[in-house]
Structure formats: structure tokens, C-alpha cells
């Protein structure tokens, strides 16, 4: 074994784990078997101070896998699951249609509905709230408003926001720019996230950013227009911490290549969650974090 390897594991991921994870003894001899989740795990049975010099332990999902030949497999087996959730994934729930939501509160009459709707059949594109401000029957108010209605949640006055929120640590541009929607407002460090999304609440987003953030995630809308405005101000002044990958999408490549990463950045736990578009990891390490995300096809 080469001396990097060894002066490697001894300052790196290793011991931040191993103390982490470990008792307070570590030169009581103490089995492997013991912690490390994967079943088939060849290293059970040995000792552990061999192990702390030669391994690089991660933590995936509150388990701590002993090296990369003890993590692939679960993650692998966990990526699967991921991607045949995106073939499996259920039809949207129907909802009211915007146009005639904006009939029913009287803000568009019928016969400007048709004509919208016309045009938007002629167009084959666009949808109906666009084509209603395009004749200038609607303002982006009402729209928000209807849209905030058809999906039963608030709606969110980004124009009047002082400053926008960092998002170093908080989510990747990517991700963001992928759902159409910015964060809004945040109480605190663990208080309720509040998300505001431009053209529609994508319920699945909010889920896995609740679930990826473990803090309260709420969805609420705002106008279209302020949300890109102010993902063009994240782009303009945020550098993209994430990498992203447009056409990784073996199960068996994007688990390396997690666990590259992990080791490169001594990354001390992993998560991994999908969401409409992606395969989102985040590698957590002191309080701060790097995310990779794999663009998955629908
Ligand atoms: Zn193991």
C-alpha cells in the first residue's frame, strides 16, 4: 500500500466517519460486523484497527458502508428504484382548468375564453393563461392568482422581496431552473422553506426538497415573471455549485461516480432522492454540501 493511501484515509473521510460513527474506544477490538451495513460485507470478522487503515467508510441514507465494494451495491440497488419510479410514475391529478378558473371569477367572459383558446389550438402551443394575456384580457396578477387557486396554495409577492435568499447550501440552480421556481422566503435554518414556483406547483419537487432539506417545504406561486427575473439574478451573481450530468444514466456509473465524488470531496454522508427531471445526491461534509444531479428522460 502506498504511503499517500495510507496518510489519505488517515486524514480524510476515515476518521471523520470513524469517530462520528465509532465508540469512544478505538483501540478496543471492535468488529467491522458491527458497523458496517452491507449485508455481504467481506471485511466482517476483521479487526478493526486493519480496517481504519485501510478503508474509507460512507454514510449513506444513516448507514455507514466500509468502503466502495460495501456501498455500490445498495446504492445501485437504490438508483434502480429511482429511475423505475420515472417509468412508473403516476398520471397528474386533474385539475380545474386556469381559463376556467378566470371564467368562474368573472375576470374573462366566454366568448374571450373561445378566442384565446382558438388561438392556442392554432398556435398548437402556449398555454391558455399566456394566450389571455397576449389579447390583453388578463394581467399577470390574475393569472398568478388563478394558477395559485388551481393548485391550492398561496401566492407569494416576490416583487416585493428585499433581497433574494443564498442559495450556496440551499439548492442547485439546476434544479431550480428545471422546475421553474426560486426560493422565497425561510424563517431559519430549520424553519419552513417556502418555495414559489412560476407556472405550476410540481408536487414531487417539493417532496424530495422537503425530504432532501429535512425542514418543512411549502409551495406557493408567484409571477411568472419575477421567478425569472430572479433566476436570471442567481445566475448572473451564484457560481453553479452542482454538477450535473446530461447523459449519465447507468445505474452502475452514476454509483461510482457518487462514489468518486464522496471520496474526492471526503464527503461524511450521502443522500439521494429524484425529483420530476433528475436523480439529485448531496454530499454532505461539515456543514456545508456538494450536489450532483443526473438528468433521468421521461
Ligand atoms: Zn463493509
Same mark, same amino acid.
Given at each position: 500500500?502506498?504511503?499517500?493511501?495510507?496518510?489519505?484515509?488517515?486524514?480524510?473521510?476515515?476518521?471523520?466517519?470513524? $469517530?462520528?460513527?465509532? %465508540?469512544?474506544?478505538?483501540?478496543?477490538?471492535?468488529?467491522?460486523?458491527?458497523?458496517?451495513?452491507?449485508?455481504?460485507?467481506? *471485511?466482517?470478522?476483521?479487526? $478493526? %484497527?486493519?480496517?481504519? @487503515?485501510?478503508? =474509507? #467508510?460512507?454514510?449513506? /441514507?444513516?448507514?455507514?458502508?466500509?468502503?466502495?465494494?460495501?456501498?455500490?451495491?445498495?446504492? /445501485?440497488?437504490?438508483?434502480?428504484?429511482?429511475?423505475?419510479?420515472?417509468?412508473?410514475?403516476? #398520471?397528474?391529478?386533474?385539475?380545474? #382548468?386556469?381559463?376556467?378558473?378566470?371564467?368562474?371569477?368573472?375576470?374573462?367572459?366566454?366568448?374571450?375564453? @373561445?378566442?384565446?383558446?382558438?388561438?392556442?389550438?392554432?398556435?398548437?402551443?402556449?398555454?391558455?393563461?399566456? $394566450?389571455? @394575456?397576449?389579447?390583453?384580457?388578463?394581467? /399577470?396578477?390574475?393569472?398568478?392568482?388563478?394558477?395559485?387557486?388551481? &393548485?391550492?396554495? %398561496?401566492?407569494?409577492?416576490?416583487?416585493?422581496?428585499?433581497? #433574494?435568499?443564498? +442559495?450556496?447550501?440551499?439548492?442547485? +440552480?439546476?434544479?431550480?431552473?428545471?422546475?421553474?421556481?426560486?426560493?422565497?422566503?425561510?424563517?431559519?435554518?430549520?424553519?419552513?422553506?417556502?418555495?414559489? &414556483?412560476?407556472?405550476?406547483?410540481? @408536487?414531487?419537487?417539493? &417532496?424530495?426538497?422537503?425530504?432532501?432539506?429535512?425542514?418543512?417545504?411549502?409551495?406557493?406561486?408567484?409571477?411568472?415573471?419575477?421567478?425569472?427575473?430572479?433566476? /436570471?439574478?442567481?445566475?448572473? =451573481?451564484? =457560481?453553479?455549485?452542482?454538477? *450535473?450530468?446530461? =447523459?449519465?444514466?447507468? %445505474?452502475?456509473?452514476?454509483?461510482?461516480?457518487?462514489?468518486?465524488?464522496?471520496?474526492?470531496?471526503?464527503?461524511?454522508?450521502?443522500? +439521494?432522492?429524484?425529483?420530476?427531471?433528475?436523480?439529485?445526491?448531496?454530499? *454532505?461534509?461539515?456543514? !456545508? !454540501?456538494?450536489?450532483?444531479?443526473?438528468?433521468?428522460?421521461?
Amino acid at each position: 500500500m502506498s504511503t499517500s493511501l495510507i496518510q489519505g484515509t488517515l486524514t480524510g473521510v476515515s476518521r471523520d466517519i470513524a $469517530w462520528s460513527v465509532l %465508540p469512544a474506544k478505538p483501540k478496543s477490538r471492535l468488529r467491522l460486523s458491527s458497523i458496517c451495513a452491507a449485508a455481504n460485507c467481506p *471485511h466482517k470478522g476483521k479487526l $478493526w %484497527p486493519s480496517w481504519f @487503515r485501510i478503508l =474509507s #467508510p460512507v454514510q449513506f /441514507e444513516g448507514r455507514v458502508y466500509c468502503d466502495a465494494q460495501c456501498f455500490q451495491p445498495e446504492v /445501485e440497488e437504490r438508483i434502480r428504484r429511482l429511475q423505475a419510479s420515472f417509468v412508473n410514475a403516476k #398520471p397528474k391529478p386533474s385539475r380545474m #382548468p386556469v381559463g376556467l378558473l378566470l371564467l368562474q371569477r368573472g375576470l374573462v367572459t366566454a366568448d374571450q375564453l @373561445r378566442e384565446a383558446l382558438r388561438r392556442q389550438r392554432e398556435a398548437g402551443k402556449g398555454k391558455i393563461g399566456y $394566450w389571455l @394575456r397576449e389579447l390583453g384580457l388578463v394581467d /399577470e396578477g390574475n393569472l398568478t392568482s388563478a394558477l395559485a387557486q388551481q &393548485f391550492g396554495c %398561496p401566492t407569494f409577492p416576490l416583487e416585493r422581496l428585499a433581497s #433574494p435568499l443564498q +442559495l450556496e447550501n440551499l439548492l442547485p +440552480l439546476t434544479l431550480l431552473e428545471s422546475i421553474c421556481a426560486v426560493p422565497a422566503y425561510a424563517g431559519s435554518d430549520t424553519g419552513a422553506l417556502y418555495l414559489a &414556483f412560476g407556472d405550476r406547483v410540481d @408536487r414531487s419537487a417539493l &417532496f424530495a426538497i422537503e425530504q432532501m432539506l429535512g425542514r418543512q417545504t411549502i409551495g406557493c406561486i408567484a409571477k411568472e415573471s419575477m421567478v425569472h427575473e430572479l433566476l /436570471e439574478q442567481y445566475r448572473r =451573481s451564484t =457560481s453553479r455549485g452542482e454538477i *450535473h450530468f446530461e =447523459s449519465m444514466r447507468e %445505474p452502475v456509473e452514476m454509483t461510482r461516480t457518487i462514489y468518486n465524488y464522496a471520496r474526492e470531496l471526503k464527503s461524511q454522508r450521502i443522500a +439521494l432522492i429524484n425529483t420530476r427531471n433528475y436523480i439529485w445526491a448531496r454530499l *454532505h461534509r461539515e456543514g !456545508s !454540501s456538494r450536489d450532483l444531479l443526473f438528468r433521468m428522460m421521461r
